[in-house]
Protein backbone atom coordinates (compact mmCIF):
# COMPACT_ATOMS: atom_id res chain seq x y z
CA UNK A 1 0.00 0.00 0.00
CA UNK A 2 0.82 3.17 -0.62
CA UNK A 3 1.89 5.31 2.85
CA UNK A 4 0.87 9.40 2.60
CA UNK A 5 2.88 11.87 4.97
CA UNK A 6 0.97 14.62 5.80
CA UNK A 7 3.02 17.69 7.43
CA UNK A 8 2.32 19.20 10.15
CA UNK A 9 -0.18 17.37 11.88
CA UNK A 10 -1.39 20.87 13.59
CA UNK A 11 -1.10 24.19 12.06
CA UNK A 12 -1.50 27.43 14.07
CA UNK A 13 -2.20 30.72 11.89
CA UNK A 14 -3.72 33.44 11.39
CA UNK A 15 -6.50 34.93 9.57
CA UNK A 16 -4.89 36.79 6.51
CA UNK A 17 -1.93 34.63 6.29
CA UNK A 18 -0.59 32.26 3.37
CA UNK A 19 -0.35 28.90 4.27
CA UNK A 20 1.39 25.28 2.87
CA UNK A 21 0.34 21.67 4.06
CA UNK A 22 2.72 19.08 2.37
CA UNK A 23 1.69 15.72 1.54
CA UNK A 24 4.19 13.11 0.46
CA UNK A 25 4.30 9.28 -0.98
CA UNK A 26 5.77 6.52 -0.11
CA UNK A 27 6.62 5.92 -4.12
CA UNK A 28 5.27 8.04 -7.15
CA UNK A 29 1.67 8.71 -7.75
CA UNK A 30 1.56 10.36 -10.80
CA UNK A 31 -0.37 13.59 -9.74
CA UNK A 32 -3.31 11.18 -8.53
CA UNK A 33 -3.61 13.48 -5.79
CA UNK A 34 -6.80 14.36 -3.82
CA UNK A 35 -7.02 17.41 -1.20
CA UNK A 36 -10.27 17.30 0.91
CA UNK A 37 -11.65 19.59 4.37
CA UNK A 38 -13.07 18.09 7.13
CA UNK A 39 -15.06 20.85 9.26
CA UNK A 40 -15.79 19.65 13.31
CA UNK A 41 -18.96 18.42 12.13
CA UNK A 42 -17.98 16.08 10.25
CA UNK A 43 -18.91 17.10 6.70
CA UNK A 44 -15.90 16.49 4.11
CA UNK A 45 -15.64 19.15 1.45
CA UNK A 46 -13.67 17.91 -1.83
CA UNK A 47 -11.32 21.25 -2.84
CA UNK A 48 -8.50 19.88 -5.17
CA UNK A 49 -8.34 16.90 -7.67
CA UNK A 50 -5.59 15.74 -9.87
CA UNK A 51 -2.87 17.64 -8.07
CA UNK A 52 -3.95 20.85 -9.21
CA UNK A 53 -7.72 21.23 -9.96
CA UNK A 54 -10.28 23.42 -8.20
CA UNK A 55 -13.32 21.74 -7.54
CA UNK A 56 -16.08 23.41 -7.95
CA UNK A 57 -17.46 26.53 -5.99
CA UNK A 58 -13.85 25.97 -4.21
CA UNK A 59 -12.39 29.57 -3.72
CA UNK A 60 -9.33 30.64 -5.83
CA UNK A 61 -7.08 31.20 -2.40
CA UNK A 62 -6.82 27.22 -2.60
CA UNK A 63 -4.05 25.35 -4.90
CA UNK A 64 -2.21 22.96 -5.26
CA UNK A 65 0.87 21.48 -6.62
CA UNK A 66 3.51 18.98 -6.82
CA UNK A 67 4.34 15.90 -8.77
CA UNK A 68 6.24 12.55 -8.16
CA UNK A 69 5.87 11.79 -4.39
CA UNK A 70 5.88 15.10 -3.28
CA UNK A 71 1.87 17.42 -3.06
CA UNK A 72 1.38 20.56 -1.62
CA UNK A 73 -1.85 22.49 -0.62
CA UNK A 74 -1.78 25.98 -0.71
CA UNK A 75 -4.29 28.81 0.91
CA UNK A 76 -3.24 32.12 -0.13
CA UNK A 77 -4.76 34.15 2.93
CA UNK A 78 -7.16 32.12 5.25
CA UNK A 79 -10.12 32.73 6.04
CA UNK A 80 -11.94 31.87 9.19
CA UNK A 81 -14.10 29.21 7.83
CA UNK A 82 -10.72 27.80 6.60
CA UNK A 83 -9.84 26.58 10.34
CA UNK A 84 -10.75 22.75 9.97
CA UNK A 85 -8.70 19.72 9.26
CA UNK A 86 -7.18 18.51 5.32
CA UNK A 87 -6.20 15.66 4.02
CA UNK A 88 -4.65 14.28 1.06
CA UNK A 89 -5.55 11.45 -0.75
CA UNK A 90 -3.80 9.45 -3.31
CA UNK A 91 -5.81 7.38 -6.11
CA UNK A 92 -2.39 5.86 -8.17
CA UNK A 93 -3.11 2.20 -6.90
CA UNK A 94 -5.46 0.33 -4.78
CA UNK A 95 -5.43 0.84 -1.93
CA UNK A 96 -6.22 4.50 -2.35
CA UNK A 97 -4.97 5.68 0.88
CA UNK A 98 -5.08 9.26 2.85
CA UNK A 99 -2.67 11.30 5.09
CA UNK A 100 -2.60 11.38 8.19
CA UNK A 101 -4.41 15.10 8.63
CA UNK A 102 -3.46 18.71 9.36
CA UNK A 103 -5.01 20.46 11.81
CA UNK A 104 -4.97 24.30 10.83
CA UNK A 105 -5.74 26.05 14.01
CA UNK A 106 -6.28 29.81 15.07
CA UNK A 107 -3.02 31.30 16.72
CA UNK B 1 -28.60 19.20 -6.52
CA UNK B 2 -26.22 16.55 -5.64
CA UNK B 3 -27.22 14.95 -2.58
CA UNK B 4 -25.99 11.74 -0.56
CA UNK B 5 -28.68 11.09 2.24
CA UNK B 6 -26.69 8.31 4.73
CA UNK B 7 -29.18 6.21 7.31
CA UNK B 8 -29.33 7.16 11.07
CA UNK B 9 -26.45 6.24 13.63
CA UNK B 10 -26.65 2.56 14.89
CA UNK B 11 -26.01 1.04 17.85
CA UNK B 12 -25.11 -2.73 17.10
CA UNK B 13 -24.01 -5.86 19.66
CA UNK B 14 -20.61 -7.26 19.16
CA UNK B 15 -20.90 -10.21 16.76
CA UNK B 16 -24.23 -8.80 15.21
CA UNK B 17 -23.93 -6.92 11.52
CA UNK B 18 -25.58 -3.72 10.60
CA UNK B 19 -26.68 -2.33 6.62
CA UNK B 20 -25.87 1.33 6.07
CA UNK B 21 -27.60 2.85 3.61
CA UNK B 22 -26.58 5.88 1.38
CA UNK B 23 -29.41 7.46 -0.98
CA UNK B 24 -28.01 9.35 -4.43
CA UNK B 25 -30.00 12.12 -5.58
CA UNK B 26 -29.60 14.89 -8.16
CA UNK B 27 -27.21 13.44 -10.40
CA UNK B 28 -27.30 10.16 -13.20
CA UNK B 29 -26.58 7.44 -10.03
CA UNK B 30 -24.83 4.94 -12.68
CA UNK B 31 -21.85 8.41 -13.56
CA UNK B 32 -19.89 7.83 -10.35
CA UNK B 33 -18.93 4.53 -8.62
CA UNK B 34 -19.96 4.94 -4.77
CA UNK B 35 -16.63 4.61 -2.39
CA UNK B 36 -17.09 3.77 0.94
CA UNK B 37 -14.39 5.66 3.65
CA UNK B 38 -14.09 4.48 7.52
CA UNK B 39 -13.48 7.16 9.87
CA UNK B 40 -12.33 6.11 13.93
CA UNK B 41 -12.85 8.69 16.46
CA UNK B 42 -9.80 11.33 15.80
CA UNK B 43 -8.28 9.29 13.38
CA UNK B 44 -7.82 9.84 9.58
CA UNK B 45 -9.76 7.89 6.87
CA UNK B 46 -9.92 4.63 5.76
CA UNK B 47 -10.73 3.49 2.23
CA UNK B 48 -12.89 0.83 2.25
CA UNK B 49 -13.67 -0.13 -1.48
CA UNK B 50 -16.08 0.74 -4.49
CA UNK B 51 -19.09 -0.52 -6.18
CA UNK B 52 -19.75 0.42 -9.70
CA UNK B 53 -23.73 1.12 -9.73
CA UNK B 54 -23.48 0.12 -13.19
CA UNK B 55 -22.31 -2.90 -13.55
CA UNK B 56 -22.18 -4.15 -9.79
CA UNK B 57 -18.29 -5.18 -9.86
CA UNK B 58 -16.92 -4.08 -6.36
CA UNK B 59 -12.99 -3.76 -5.15
CA UNK B 60 -12.17 -3.70 -1.74
CA UNK B 61 -9.25 -2.79 0.33
CA UNK B 62 -7.64 -6.09 1.40
CA UNK B 63 -8.55 -4.98 5.29
CA UNK B 64 -12.17 -5.06 4.68
CA UNK B 65 -12.76 -7.76 2.08
CA UNK B 66 -14.24 -10.15 4.88
CA UNK B 67 -15.79 -7.18 6.62
CA UNK B 68 -17.74 -5.29 4.60
CA UNK B 69 -20.07 -6.13 1.25
CA UNK B 70 -21.22 -3.54 -1.09
CA UNK B 71 -24.30 -4.08 -2.92
CA UNK B 72 -26.73 -1.39 -5.23
CA UNK B 73 -30.05 -1.10 -5.90
CA UNK B 74 -30.36 0.83 -8.94
CA UNK B 75 -34.41 1.34 -8.83
CA UNK B 76 -34.14 3.62 -5.81
CA UNK B 77 -30.49 4.49 -6.53
CA UNK B 78 -29.35 3.66 -2.90
CA UNK B 79 -25.68 2.20 -2.31
CA UNK B 80 -25.08 -0.41 0.94
CA UNK B 81 -22.62 -1.38 2.58
CA UNK B 82 -23.12 -4.55 5.22
CA UNK B 83 -20.63 -5.10 7.84
CA UNK B 84 -20.30 -8.31 9.49
CA UNK B 85 -19.26 -10.11 12.73
CA UNK B 86 -18.48 -6.49 14.08
CA UNK B 87 -16.02 -5.46 17.27
CA UNK B 88 -14.69 -2.47 19.01
CA UNK B 89 -12.54 -2.08 15.98
CA UNK B 90 -15.68 -1.26 13.90
CA UNK B 91 -16.86 1.66 16.03
CA UNK B 92 -16.30 4.82 13.56
CA UNK B 93 -18.14 7.02 11.49
CA UNK B 94 -18.59 5.59 7.95
CA UNK B 95 -18.78 7.85 4.67
CA UNK B 96 -20.01 7.09 1.43
CA UNK B 97 -19.26 8.88 -1.67
CA UNK B 98 -19.94 9.46 -5.41
CA UNK B 99 -16.43 9.55 -7.34
CA UNK B 100 -14.54 11.31 -4.34
CA UNK B 101 -16.47 14.34 -5.23
CA UNK B 102 -19.91 14.50 -3.60
CA UNK B 103 -20.02 13.02 -0.12
CA UNK B 104 -22.62 11.80 2.24
CA UNK B 105 -22.56 13.75 5.96
CA UNK B 106 -21.47 9.70 7.09
CA UNK B 107 -22.96 7.53 9.46
CA UNK B 108 -22.03 6.71 13.19
CA UNK B 109 -21.75 3.03 14.31
CA UNK B 110 -21.11 2.24 17.62
CA UNK B 111 -20.46 -1.39 19.07
CA UNK B 112 -21.45 -1.85 22.31
CA UNK B 113 -23.34 -4.84 24.48
Known amino acids: DIQMTQTPSSMPASLGERVTISCRASQGISNFLNWYQQKPDGTIKPLIYYTSNLQSGVPSRFSGSGSGTDYSLTISSLEPEDFAMYYC?????????FGGGTKLELK | QVNLLQSGAALVKPGASVKLSCKAS????????IHWVKQSHGKSLEWIGYINPNSVYTNYNEKFKSKATLTVDKSTNTAYMELSRLTSEDSATYYC??????WGQGTLVTVSS
Open chain 2, 97 to 102: TSGFVY
Open chain 1, 89 to 97: QQYDSSPWT
Open chain 2, 26 to 33: GYTFTDYY
